[in-house]
């Protein structure tokens, strides 16, 4: 069993669509980090939550501790914001990865 | 700022070479990371480091990789001797504090 689920694996939307991409951990954690990487490669950290809700610019991420599960949205979906998008969590000592959700967003 | 710089950005070498790869954090950042990601295990966390201390390295697969960081401007991870499984994208990353962390571009290593 994987410490992080990552749903769903593959998700296609049409451009403006309201994109929801959800997390589940199994083991306790200091912080999850919600990840972007684009098709070239690049990876950019998104968000650090320990408790709550952050939101910059279309994205929006939440987390409930207690149920363990976080969700990450786009608001107002743009073909730009096609990539793969990953979940991780610290232990404090340890990082666990989620297997990614790849989204497209078609024109 | 440039951001973390990685060098190479591309790597060929044969099995059985010796293979350096360099990573700059961002100036200021007192946390380095090192990741390795492969299409079937995904990414992996590797060795992190506060103040150039290594803090956990339970994630270097064996004693073939070695990690340093000798000042706070420069990290190398080796890889001696290679093999063709070691083939991936190595990322480096810095955070200062507790915040958000910051990757550099990857380095793509092929092993043949």
């Known amino acids: 069993k994987n410490e992080v689920e990552q749903s769903p694996q593959n998700l296609t939307a049409q451009e403006g669509e309201f994109i929801t991409i959800n997390c589940s951990y199994s083991?306790?954690?200091?912080?999850l980090h919600w990840l972007q990487q684009h098709p070239g490669g690049g990876i950019v950290s998104l968000f650090m939550?320990?408790?709550g809700k952050k939101k910059h610019g279309r994205l929006i991420a939440t987390i409930n501790i207690q149920e363990k599960h976080s969700s990450l949205h786009i608001t107002a979906s743009h073909p730009r914001d096609s990539a793969v998008y990953i979940c991780?969590?610290?232990?404090?000592?340890?990082?666990?990865f989620g297997t990614g959700t790849s989204l497209t967003v078609i024109p | 700022d440039a951001g973390v710089i990685q060098s190479p950005r591309h790597e060929v070498t044969e099995m059985g070479q010796e293979v350096t790869l360099r990573c700059k954090p961002i100036s200021g950042h007192n946390s380095l990371f090192w990741y390795r990601q492969t299409m079937m295990r995904g990414l992996e966390l590797l060795i992190y480091f506060n103040n150039n201390v290594p803090i956990d390295d339970s994630g270097m697969p064996e004693d073939r990789f070695s990690a340093k960081m000798p000042n706070a401007s420069f990290s190398t991870l080796k890889i001696q001797p290679s093999e063709p499984r070691d083939s991936a994208v190595y990322f480096c990353?810095?955070?200062?504090?507790?915040?958000?962390?910051?990757f550099g571009p990857g380095t793509r290593l092929l092993v043949l």
């Open positions: 990353a810095s955070r200062a504090g507790g915040e958000t962390q910051y």
């Open positions: 939550l320990s408790s």
């Open positions: 083991v306790g954690i200091s912080a």
């Open positions: 991780a969590v610290n232990t404090g000592n340890q990082f666990y």
